[in-house]
């Protein structure tokens, strides 16, 4: 009786040793790829935040404008909130969707840059400090000398008249990608004009706009 000798397929596989190496060089890949699309996400960011700012800076000319009242808008480095020029003081506006509080998205970076020039020194709305625009000098006297931890009320940087004034400003946002930085410019006149420019990756054009843009 003749026999044919079957062989056995071989069984061909991955060892565990093999699969750990294989999942450790796909999370790799995996942290690589979140890590670009991250840093590339700020840059997006940057530009929906600026393009954000830029139409909430339009609609405060026409809230203004339409209902008589003085808005600002203060910045720093963790975002802006806006104010409401009632009874000779900043308030915050804390009811309103819209203008709301906002803080800058994780990985960008703001610079403010601000220009007087045209305004009353005298006019009460337009009274900057040092910094952010903590005031001393037309703090609540009575409320601070009762409670020292009551902060002085903050006055914006930026100001939006009834009268379609504007504070001469330009605001950058940068933002860092894996190959370089990424800037948007938004660029606001005291006639109201209010524009954007970007993204701008030369550092040298950037300086040149901001210089030449107030």
């Known amino acids: 009786m003749n026999r044919t000798n079957v062989k056995p397929h071989a069984i061909s596989g991955f060892s565990l040793i093999e699969l750990l190496v294989v999942i450790a060089i796909i999370g790799v890949m995996v942290t690589g790829v979140t890590l670009m699309f991250g840093r590339d996400g700020a840059a997006e960011q940057a530009k929906t935040e600026a393009m954000r700012l830029v139409q909430l800076l339009r609609l ?3 809230e203004a404008q339409l209902n008589g009242v003085e808005l600002g808008l203060a910045v720093d480095e963790t ?3 806006w104010l409401t020029f009632v009874d000779d003081r900043w308030l915050p506006i804390t009811d309103d969707k819209l203008f709301r509080p906002r803080h800058w998205p994780e990985g960008v970076t ?3 840059k601000i220009e007087q020039f045209g ?3 005298d ?5 900057l400090d040092e910094g952010l625009g903590l005031s001393d000098e037309h703090s609540n006297d009575d409320v601070a000398d009762k409670d020292d931890s009551v902060s002085p009320p903050q006055r914006p940087q930026i100001v939006v008249t009834s009268a379609g004034e504007l504070t001469p400003f330009v605001l950058q946002l940068e933002a ?3 190959s370089d930085a990424v800037r948007w410019m938004i660029r606001g006149r005291w006639t109201g004009e209010v524009d954007i420019k970007g993204p ?3 550092p040298s054009e950037a ?3 901001l210089e030449a843009a107030l």
């Open 123 to 127: 006019d009460q709305r337009f009274r």
């Open 176 to 178: 860092q990608t894996p």
């Open 207 to 209: 300086d040149v706009w």
């Open 110 to 112: 703001a610079y403010l």
């Open 119 to 121: 305004f009353s020194a």
């Open 60 to 62: 405060a000319e026409d």
């Open 200 to 202: 701008l990756r030369d």
């Open 79 to 81: 975002g802006y909130h």
